[in-house]
């Protein structure tokens, strides 16, 4: 059943859809194993989303362990800025930073990502930083305000730099959506799914580049 999305529905699923994007493409480009993606918004524009990553991978050394866990900070980071990203723009697409720090915060649903990011920031800096003292509150707070920045700018260059694929595959998420059945009740939810094999179909996912970390 289908039923045509009224405009602020649309924009909301947007939205949603290029956080989701956000994600997948930065850890594909980041080398992660990707997945599928879902999206589901109701009319009232409640939404849940996913985007399938595979974090299992070896890791041999503390320097392939420290290249891990940045790359997983930047693909967290990078679902709330690619949620910034115009629908509209096709070039020049740029991320707003203070929209993107209030999403990742969870003023706007982002919350488990932030979680996430605040934890592995902390593993993160004990392993750059192995010989600071615990109770040097200060400097402890100084490295990883200097990690979070650093890192913070390289997610948005790529996000910036991915920025048409990312939205461009958020559309293509968009326009599949359809609304189901509820059985007992009104049908008031568009939903969408498409599994690892569906994407990876896609032009523009198979034109993601391969970056590293720090380019």
Same mark, same amino acid.
């Given at each position: 059943?289908?039923?045509?999305?009224?405009?602020?529905?649309? *924009?909301?699923?947007?939205?949603?859809?290029?956080? #989701?994007?956000?994600?997948?493409?930065? +850890?594909? =480009?980041?080398?992660?194993?990707?997945?599928?993606?879902?999206?589901?918004?109701?009319?009232?524009?409640?939404?849940?989303?996913?985007? /399938?990553?595979?974090?299992? &991978?070896?890791?041999?050394?503390?320097?392939?362990?420290?290249?891990?866990?940045?790359?997983?900070?930047?693909?967290?980071?990078?679902?709330?800025?690619?949620?910034?990203?115009?629908? @509209?723009?096709?070039?020049?697409?740029?991320? *707003?930073?203070?929209?993107?720090?209030?999403?990742?915060?969870?003023?706007?649903? /982002?919350?488990?990502?932030?979680?996430?990011?605040?934890?592995?920031?902390?593993?993160?800096?004990?392993?750059?930083?192995?010989?600071? *003292?615990?109770?040097?509150? *200060?400097?402890? =707070? /100084?490295?990883?305000?200097?990690?979070?920045? &650093?890192?913070?700018? &390289?997610?948005? /260059?790529?996000?910036?730099?991915?920025?048409?694929?990312? @939205?461009?595959?958020?559309?293509?998420?968009?326009?599949?959506?359809?609304?189901? #059945?509820?059985?007992? &009740?009104?049908?008031?939810?568009?939903?969408?799914?498409?599994?690892?094999?569906?994407?990876?179909?896609?032009?523009?996912?198979? +034109?993601?580049?391969?970056?590293?970390?720090?380019?």
């Amino acid at each position: 059943m289908t039923t045509k999305m009224s405009p602020a529905i649309r *924009d909301h699923a947007l939205q949603i859809a290029h956080h #989701e994007m956000g994600h997948y493409v930065v +850890a594909r =480009a980041l080398g992660f194993a990707t997945g599928g993606v879902t999206l589901s918004v109701t009319m009232d524009l409640r939404h849940q989303g996913g985007a /399938a990553i595979t974090l299992a &991978r070896p890791i041999s050394s503390m320097d392939a362990m420290k290249a891990h866990v940045e790359a997983r900070i930047m693909v967290l980071m990078a679902g709330a800025m690619g949620q910034t990203l115009s629908s @509209t723009h096709r070039s020049g697409n740029r991320v *707003d930073k203070t929209k993107a720090v209030t999403i990742l915060k969870g003023a706007l649903g /982002a919350e488990q990502d932030y979680a996430k990011v605040k934890e592995l920031q902390h593993l993160l800096r004990n392993i750059t930083c192995p010989d600071t *003292d615990p109770t040097s509150s *200060d400097r402890i =707070a /100084a490295e990883l305000q200097a990690m979070t920045d &650093r890192m913070w700018g &390289r997610t948005q /260059a790529i996000v910036e730099d991915l920025a048409d694929t990312i @939205t461009e595959l958020g559309r293509v998420l968009v326009d599949a959506m359809v609304i189901v #059945e509820q059985w007992g &009740r009104a049908a008031d939810t568009y939903e969408v799914v498409f599994t690892r094999e569906m994407l990876e179909r896609l032009r523009p996912v198979q +034109a993601i580049p391969a970056l590293g970390v720090w380019a």
